[in-house]
Nanobody
Framework: VQLQASGGGLVQAGGSLRLSCKAS????????MGWYRQAPGKERELVAT????????TYADSAKGRFTISRDNVKNTVSLQMSSLKPDDTGVYYC??????????????????WGQGTQVTVSS
């Protein structure tokens, strides 16, 4: 699976940005897609994710109410609409895809795939 992210940039606090990511390759194996971010000097953290079939979503507490994740399973894309941005949202945003390995109906492992990262900078 290959992931190509786009979007990001510089925005003032309170502004909005939209990130998009397109998957290619073995896209039928993807169980979930989403976004992580890494702020300077901090570990990479989950921002939002959505499963492929049930479209179940998970958001970081910091993203709830401000960010919306969406997927187009036909185009194999995942997008993140970010509103009311804050300086704390600054960081490199990474698109990711998850493939769960099954033995029968039991999950026995997973592969994570990452995009190249896109910079989001929110000025105060």
């Amino acid at each position: 699976v290959q992931l190509q992210a786009s979007g990001g940039g510089l925005v003032q606090a309170g502004g909005s940005l939209r990130l998009s990511c397109k998957a290619s390759g073995q896209v039928s194996s993807i169980n979930a897609m989403g976004w992580y971010r890494q702020a300077p000097g901090k570990e990479r953290e989950l921002v939002a994710t959505m499963t492929t079939t049930s479209r179940s979503t998970t958001y970081a507490d910091s993203a709830k109410g401000r960010f919306t994740i969406s997927r187009d399973n036909v185009k194999n894309t995942v997008s993140l609409q970010m509103s009311s941005l804050k300086p704390d949202d600054t960081g490199v945003y990474y698109c990711y895809a998850l493939h769960v390995k099954y033995d029968g109906h039991v999950g026995v492992g997973a592969d994570n795939y990452w995009g190249q990262g896109t910079q989001v900078t929110v000025s105060s």
